[in-house]
């Protein structure tokens, strides 16, 4: 394999996922105002109107009050980039951010998010200027994930640990992502993305 090759395939990969990423970002604005079906439950009178705030755009729904705020932006909203695992708070896959702060969005009522600001790996990146957030260009950088379906809580929760300010070393950043889990076991590299990240993320 000659360099040129080589560089060449590198910047294929990595132009491929920086489209795949914005791609996903541009593909949930597509959903804004697609958001009107309610989820299917045992009895529509259980259902109350509910408006939420995800990425800057308001949703107008109508949901059961036990629907967790996972739910609601995965089968309602249509934003599939927050994944269900474990279901449990245990894996760190559904994290999202609310007000700024890392939550589990399966462990978190759609109704206790009413009034808030509600962020989701879809409002990461800046489709206007096509531009990916710095966490994402880290995590393309330095490889930071496998099989991918961890990804999007790995980098919201590494977005909010950044804003925490719990990034002083390699062994904060370990403790304070450390409910995330990775199945791939790509910690070595993520946590060199967050590393490169920290200092290019505002933070107020």
């Known amino acids: 394999m000659t360099p040129d090759s080589s560089s060449s395939r590198g910047l294929g990969r990595r132009s491929f996922m920086k489209r795949t990423m914005l791609g996903s970002a541009a593909s949930g604005l ?15 009178r259980d259902r109350r109107p509910l408006a939420l705030t995800v990425n800057g755009e308001a949703y107008h729904l109508s949901l059961e009050p036990r ?19 474990c279901n449990h708070g245990q894996c760190g896959a ?43 260009e ?40 450390s409910g995330n889990l990775c199945r791939c076991a790509a910690y070595p590299n993520i946590l060199a993305a967050v590393e ?3 200092s290019k993320v505002k933070t107020d």
């Not at 951010?97 to 759609?110: E, F, I, K, N, W």
């Not at 994930?145 to 990804?151: I, L, P, V, Y």
Request: contains cysteine; negative net charge; aromatic residues 2%.
């Open 30 to 44: 597509g959903t804004l105002h697609a958001a009107e079906k309610p989820m299917p439950t045992r009895s529509p």
């Open 196 to 198: 490169e990240a920290k």
């Open 94 to 136: 559904c994290t999202v951010l609310v007000d700024g702060q890392r939550v589990l969005s399966c462990l978190t009522l759609a109704a206790r998010c009413v009034g808030k600001k509600i962020t989701t790996i879809e409002g990461l990146a800046d489709t206007v200027d096509d531009e990916l957030h710095p966490v994402q």
């Open 138 to 177: 880290a995590f393309i950088d330095h490889d930071a994930f496998q099989c991918g379906f961890c990804t999007s809580g790995q980098i919201m929760s590494a977005v909010g640990c950044i804003h925490e300010g719990h990034t002083g070393s390699a062994d904060e950043i370990r403790e304070s992502m």
């Open 67 to 85: 629907v967790t705020l996972l739910d609601a932006l995965r089968e309602v909203v249509g934003l599939t980039g927050t994944k269900k695992g």
